[in-house]
């Protein structure tokens, strides 16, 4: 059984910064993918950023240059950076976890993020 945990969503101001982190317990595969997605009102829920077991990552072209993904094998967890945050970014943000040999995919319960003056 896998679990995510995920922390630190909020109200920011926009142009502010927020992290998220996720934190991954259970039996897991060494080969994976960690990854945030995002869901508006409204709106179908949709690939924010994910990395690699290996450090590949991949962003989607509304967050490039302003968030960061990263991960600590050790822990293991994965963290968002996000800057330069618009009103446009507000949304429940889910962690995801997805194995690769046997392919299952693993979700957190969501964090609300709120970009507003």
């Known amino acids: 059984q896998v679990q995510l945990v995920e922390s630190g969503g909020g109200l920011v101001q926009p142009g502010g910064s927020l992290r998220l982190s996720c934190a991954a317990s259970?039996?897991?595969?060494?080969?994976?993918?960690m990854g945030w997605y995002r869901q508006a009102p409204g709106k179908e829920r949709e690939l924010v950023a994910r990395?690699?077991?290996?450090?590949?990552?991949n962003y989607a072209d509304s967050v490039k240059g302003r968030f960061t993904i990263s991960r600590d094998k050790a822990k293991p967890t994965v963290y968002l950076q996000m800057n330069s945050l618009k009103p446009e970014d507000t949304a429940v943000y889910y962690c995801?976890?997805?194995?690769?040999?046997?392919?299952?995919?693993?979700w957190g319960q969501g964090t609300q993020v709120t970009v507003s003056s």
């Open positions: 995801n976890l997805a194995t690769v040999v046997v392919p299952r995919n693993y």
């Open positions: 990395i690699a077991s290996g450090g590949i990552t």
């Open positions: 259970g039996s897991i595969s060494s080969m994976n993918i």
